[in-house]
């Protein structure tokens, strides 16, 4: 509901924005035809009358008329689009607030799948915390059913150690939580290490044997605010408003309160309001310079230009009206990082261009900096935007002139090769991936990657508009693999909008006390996605690429030749069965690449994954390990 009421939203604010800009047209076409009505008019009554004293008389009434009119259109005209570029800005700033909020509930969320892995606990949890830690962070806790048990940092959190559920003060809104399966936010409150800061609380709840959810407890962030988005308020403020963002205390209060501002009051405000973590989150917005534009002016002109002056001031009001108009559109289509265009340019760019040439090849590029977010951190945000800069540049440097670029946002960009075909781009793609590109800090030159995916229409999707995604979904691919590398689109999957969580997956995997295994849940297309490189290694493979091929990417080739059919049924009988709780449990001998067998466990549970169907998440022990575990015993 919450995605359609935007939709709406944004669907007004364009047709509003569509009727500002035919009214200014019209306006502008029927100021000119007065003119000539007028010039007409003149000369009717000069023959008419031939009286030279009514001729300034009526130029200077027909004049002031013209002026007066023209005036009022321009004011009115410049005061809309004023307003109409307040509300877009309050509308993209409010997504980049909801965006940096989500930066907390992410962690939450991840703290959440180790746990659900786990079946309900998490080793390590201090180290597990310490890597999840951001600079906006004040603790990360975990409360198995309801209680407080673990804090990171520990020091000075003691006091945090409380049964939610029940407390005086966070007892409904816990409860609320837990009842509705949802996330939830409290605050702000003030923090006992001084500053506010916002609670936000992730339920977790597990799949027990007869397949039910049962409440394990949250995973819970304490996120410190205003600095979770001041770079997004100081942006707003640069960028010439003023501002105030309040929320409502939780879900279950109306009472609100201030998260930051730079002006307590603002005169009749621009408004976004959306909903997030259960709050209603309100951002008011207003142009510091206030809403009076151009009235200055309007005194005098009115009170003595002649009619040879005002038209001189009417043809140099138009072009600086149309001149403003352009370079708004000009900054509305385009990023202010980098130069490119941003994705509204994009998709009007790519229209205009299929219209021109409907029958054309084209390649679609999505890319992006590999580990960006490191680049930001050890290097500052300043060293960030100069890899953004570099990638662009090394994108106009590498494709044609008449090839579309974009930045997207954050780190990710795309690009449409107009007129080509795959088979003609892959060089240029394959040698603009692996350029080496390079930034300073201190006067030392740092290395940075990119990864890069890229599909052909009609080859790949029958829809232009579907080319970004399917070159997103191959730029997955890449990132599943190892990074910095690029590959094209295989038409294997569904196209779908990849979720930037999924890049955690090796991170993850590569913590987990075991080898890891994904594969397709199938009982003749088994196909392998993913091995952690514990499994890889474990198998005598030196990559993931090597352990593809070793498998011809089979799980059944994993398995001894004698065992295969034996363990294959095992499996997809206990799946099939009510109890088994989409678990499997099953020994067999592990074939490694060197022709040798080792004694196994695998643990195994099937996932529907939106991608590829039905998977197997597998967990897999070598038994010698254990066996000598517990002969120490």
């Given at each position: 509901m919450?995605?359609?009421?935007?939709?709406?939203?944004?669907?007004?604010?364009?047709?509003e924005?569509?009727?500002i800009?035919y009214?200014?047209?019209?306006g502008?076409e029927?100021?000119r035809?007065?003119?000539?009505?007028t010039d007409?008019?003149?000369?009717f009554?000069?023959?008419?009358y031939n009286?030279?004293?009514?001729?300034?008389?009526?130029?200077f009434?027909?004049?002031?008329?013209?002026?007066t009119?023209?005036i009022?259109?321009?004011?009115?005209?410049?005061?809309k689009?004023?307003?109409m570029i307040?509300?877009?800005n309050?509308?993209t700033?409010a997504?980049?607030?909801?965006?940096d909020m989500?930066r907390?509930?992410?962690?939450?969320?991840a703290?959440?799948?180790?746990?659900?892995?786990?079946?309900g606990?998490?080793?390590?949890?201090?180290?597990v915390?310490?890597?999840l830690m951001s600079?906006?962070?004040?603790?990360?806790?975990?409360a198995?059913?309801?209680?407080v048990?673990?804090?990171y940092?520990?020091?000075g959190?003691?006091?945090?150690?409380?049964?939610?559920l029940?407390?005086?003060?966070?007892?409904?809104i816990?409860?609320?939580?837990?009842?509705n399966?949802?996330?939830t936010m409290?605050?702000?409150?003030d923090?006992?290490?001084?500053?506010?800061?916002i609670a936000?609380?992730?339920p977790?709840?597990?799949?027990?044997?007869d397949g039910n959810p049962?409440f394990?407890?949250?995973?819970?962030?304490?996120?410190?605010?205003?600095?979770?988005?001041?770079?997004?308020?100081?942006?707003?403020?640069?960028?010439?408003y003023?501002?105030?963002?309040?929320?409502?205390?939780?879900?279950l209060?109306?009472?609100r309160?201030r998260l930051s501002?730079?002006?307590?009051d603002?005169?009749?405000?621009?408004?976004?309001?959306?909903?997030?973590?259960?709050?209603?989150f309100n951002?008011a917005?207003?142009p510091?310079?206030g809403?009076?534009?151009?009235?200055k002016i309007?005194?005098?002109?009115?009170?003595?230009?002649f009619?040879?002056?005002?038209?001189?001031?009417?043809?140099?009001?138009?072009?600086?009206i149309?001149f403003?108009?352009e370079?708004?559109?000009k900054?509305?289509?385009?990023?202010?990082?980098?130069?490119?265009?941003n994705?509204d340019?994009?998709?009007?760019?790519?229209?205009?261009?299929?219209q021109d040439?409907?029958?054309a090849?084209?390649?679609?590029?999505q890319?992006?900096?590999?580990?960006?977010?490191?680049?930001?951190?050890?290097?500052?945000?300043e060293?960030?935007?100069t890899?953004?800069?570099?990638l662009?540049q090394?994108?106009?440097n590498?494709f044609?002139?008449?090839?579309?670029l974009?930045?997207?946002?954050?780190?990710e960009?795309?690009?449409v090769?107009i007129?080509?075909?795959?088979?003609?781009?892959?060089?240029?793609?394959?040698k603009?991936t692996?350029q080496p590109r390079y930034?300073?800090?201190?006067?030392?030159?740092?290395?940075?990657?990119?990864?890069?995916?890229y599909?052909?229409?009609p080859?790949?999707?029958d829809d232009v508009?579907?080319?970004?995604?399917?070159?997103?979904?191959?730029?997955?691919a890449?990132?599943?693999?190892g990074?910095?590398?690029c590959?094209?689109y295989?038409?294997?999957?569904?196209?779908?909008?990849?979720?930037?969580l999924?890049?955690?997956?090796q991170?993850v995997?590569?913590?987990?006390?075991?080898a890891?295994?994904?594969y397709?849940?199938?009982?003749?297309?088994?196909?392998?996605l993913?091995a952690?490189?514990e499994?890889?290694?474990f198998a005598?493979?030196?990559d993931?690429?090597?352990f593809?091929?070793?498998?011809d990417?089979?799980?059944?080739?994993?398995i001894?030749?004698?065992?295969?059919?034996?363990?294959?049924t095992?499996?997809?009988?206990?799946?099939?069965s009510?109890?088994?709780g989409?678990?499997?449990y099953?020994k067999?001998?592990?074939?490694?690449?060197?022709?040798?067998?080792r004694?196994?466990?695998?643990?195994g549970?099937?996932?529907?994954?939106r991608y590829?169907?039905n998977?197997?998440?597998?967990?897999?022990?070598d038994?010698?390990?254990?066996?000598?575990?517990?002969?120490k015993?």
């Open positions: 919450g995605n359609s009421l935007k939709s709406e939203k944004m669907k007004d604010c364009q047709t924005k569509n009727a800009e009214r200014t047209i019209y502008t029927r100021n035809m007065q003119i000539e009505e007409e008019t003149m000369r009554l000069q023959k008419q009286k030279k004293w009514m001729l300034p008389l009526l130029t009434v027909v004049g002031c008329l013209i002026l009119a023209f009022h259109h321009s004011y009115d005209t410049n005061r689009q004023v307003r307040t509300e877009l309050a509308s700033y997504e980049r607030l909801r965006d989500n907390g509930v992410a962690i939450a969320d703290l959440k799948a180790i746990i659900i892995s786990g079946n606990t998490i080793d390590n949890f201090e180290k915390s310490e890597n600079d906006f962070v004040q603790s990360i806790q975990i198995p059913d309801g209680v048990t673990e804090i940092p520990a020091e959190n003691e006091a945090g150690k409380i049964d939610l029940h407390d005086e003060k966070r007892g409904e816990c409860r609320y939580g837990r009842d399966n949802c996330v409290q605050g702000p409150f923090l006992k290490q001084g500053g506010r800061g936000v609380r992730y977790v709840y597990l799949e027990v044997a049962v394990w407890g949250f995973t819970i962030v304490i996120i410190r605010v205003p600095e979770i988005f001041e770079e997004s308020v100081q942006a707003l403020t640069e960028f010439g003023d501002y105030c963002l309040t929320k409502t205390v939780s879900p209060s109306e009472e309160e501002f730079s002006k307590e603002l005169t009749n405000p621009v408004t976004y309001t959306f909903e997030f973590g259960g709050c209603t951002l917005v207003t510091k310079d809403w009076k534009q151009g009235r309007l005194p005098n002109l009115v009170l003595g230009f009619i040879v002056l005002f038209l001189t001031g009417l043809v140099a009001g138009i072009l600086v149309e403003h108009r370079a708004l559109k900054i509305a289509i385009t990023d202010p990082l980098t130069g490119l265009l994705r340019g994009f998709d009007e760019q790519i229209k205009s261009a299929i040439t409907p029958d090849h084209c390649v679609g590029i890319t992006d900096i590999d580990d960006f977010k490191f680049i930001n951190d050890m290097y500052g945000h060293a960030g935007d890899a953004l800069r570099i662009a090394s994108m106009r590498a044609e002139k008449d090839a579309i974009c930045r997207n946002g954050g780190d960009f795309s690009a090769l007129g080509m075909t795959e088979a003609e781009a892959k060089e240029k793609i394959e603009f692996m930034i300073t800090q201190n006067g030392e030159k740092r290395p940075f990657y990119i990864s890069l995916g599909a052909e229409y080859k790949d999707c508009s579907e080319l970004i995604r399917c070159a997103d979904m191959a730029l997955y890449v990132k599943l693999h990074k910095h590398s590959c094209a295989e038409g294997n999957y569904k196209v779908q909008n990849r979720s930037r999924g890049f955690a997956l991170d995997s590569r913590n987990l006390p075991g890891f295994l994904i397709i849940a199938d009982k003749t297309n088994d196909r392998i993913f952690n490189q499994l890889i290694e005598g493979c030196k993931f690429d090597e593809l091929a070793y498998t990417q089979r799980f059944r080739n994993l001894h030749p004698e065992e295969q059919d034996a363990v294959e095992s499996i997809w009988e206990q799946i099939d009510e109890k088994s989409n678990n499997d099953v067999f001998r592990f074939a490694k690449k060197d022709g040798t067998y004694p196994v466990f695998d643990h549970r099937i996932v529907k994954n590829y169907g998977v197997f998440y597998v967990l897999i022990m038994c010698a390990l254990i066996d000598s575990y517990y002969d015993m």
